[in-house]
């Protein structure tokens, strides 16, 4: 029965995980889709005031209040051009509250194993470092792995 038992862990190991491929300005992100909780059209925002820039406002999903932020203002990306292209993901963490970003393109779900995934030498420090862990490799392209944590969560210095 042991034996078993490993062969299906390792089965799983080698499987990777899977990531919704997503479109910044000219680069590509992936995102866990374990995170993923749903992917919305662009609606209307209500802004919200004294927010932080990068934060839009929020979107009332089905009776839920969401805040709504942009990832091309967090990262320091010109600001989001809205096209019929442009995308809501609703992001659900553990701990955190849901949350929406928007996202220019919506590409497509990849699966990466580790071997594909390369981890990017960042100082610790480097903003950089909190929002990816690392460098996924498909289809002869370069993924940045969002860390979806890092992005969302506030540091307590950007407070300060």
């Known amino acids: 029965m042991e034996a078993k038992e490993n062969e299906l862990n390792t089965a799983v190991v080698s499987e990777g995980k899977q990531y919704i491929v997503v479109k910044l300005g000219t680069e590509q992100y992936g995102i866990d889709i374990q995170y993923v909780d749903n992917i919305v059209r662009m609606q209307s925002i209500t802004r919200v005031p004294k927010a932080q820039s990068y934060f839009k406002g929020v979107i009332n999903l089905r009776g839920e209040i969401i805040p709504v932020m942009s990832l091309r203002l967090k990262f320091g ?3 989001d051009e809205i096209t019929n292209a442009t995308r809501i993901i609703i992001i659900k963490l553990e701990a955190q509250a849901t949350i929406g970003i928007i996202v ?3 590409k497509e779900v990849v699966n990466l194993t580790e071997d594909e995934i390369d981890k990017p030498s960042y100082n610790e420090n480097d ?3 909190a929002y990816v862990f690392g460098v996924g490799k498909h ?3 370069l993924i940045s792995l969002m860390n979806i944590a890092g992005v969302i969560v506030e540091k307590e210095k950007e407070n300060a």
Do not use: L, N, Q, R
Request: hydrophobic share 35%; proline share 8%.
């Open 127 to 129: 903003e950089k470092a």
């Open 77 to 79: 990306i010109d600001p």
């Open 104 to 106: 220019d393109e919506v």
């Open 139 to 141: 289809a002869g392209g």
